[in-house]
């Protein structure tokens, strides 16, 4: 994942909250070049992810996330 300078790798797992199916992930990484990690949730509205993801003793943000429309190559 990256967005603003947050950058960092997810350990993803689908699960069932309040009757709706969601993706419930872990992540650690970088904030501004320093080690970080956290937690957080989504789910597909509107074929868009829509969440909030935690920063473990730091903030924690709504997200609203799409696809992007360019091929992205796998290396």
Request: hydrophobic fraction near 30%; charged fraction near 35%; charge should be negative.
């Amino acid at each position: 994942m990256l967005f603003g300078l947050v950058q960092g790798e997810m350990d993803c797992r689908m699960d069932t909250y309040g009757g709706r199916e969601r993706i419930e992930f872990s992540w650690e990484g970088q904030d501004e070049m320093d080690f970080a990690s956290g937690r957080g949730w989504g789910v597909i509205e509107d074929g868009e992810l829509c969440g909030r993801i935690f920063i473990h003793q730091g903030d924690d943000s709504l997200f609203r996330a799409r696809r992007s429309r360019k091929g992205r190559s796998h290396e």
